[in-house]
């Protein structure tokens, strides 16, 4: 089993930057990524990575947030720069481990002025 935990959302102005983490309980060598759900909407994939670093962007954040890891495959980032309204939400954590996928428990963040 692992455990995700998210940190580091919050509130901020539009034009400013955030910066998420996910802790994971173990190592985790396969795919990782970010989703996000804003409310009333479905939950949407924002950014993966593979083990070996390639990484793929939703259109509406490409450009602004970059996903990473440590290379103890430990922590995921997201940093997300130049934020927009359209941006808030809650951002999960999403891996697999041994055929089984799991999810943080998510972070806030808000965008507004």
């Known amino acids: 089993q692992v455990q995700l935990v998210e940190s580091g959302g919050g509130l901020v102005q539009p034009g400013g930057s955030l910066r998420l983490s996910c802790a994971a309980s173990?190592?985790?060598?396969?795919?990782a990524a970010w989703y996000r759900q804003a409310p009333g909407k479905q939950r949407e994939l924002v950014a993966t990575?593979?083990?070996?670093?390639?990484?793929n962007y939703a259109d509406s954040v490409k450009g602004r947030f970059t996903i990473s890891r440590n290379n103890a495959k430990t922590t995921v980032y997201l940093q997300m720069n130049s934020l927009k309204p359209e941006d808030t939400g809650v951002y999960y954590c999403n891996c697999y481990y041994w055929g089984s996928e799991y999810w943080g428990q998510g972070t806030q963040v808000t965008v507004s002025s």
């Open positions: 173990r190592s985790i060598s396969s795919i």
């Open positions: 990575i593979t083990s070996s670093g390639t990484t």
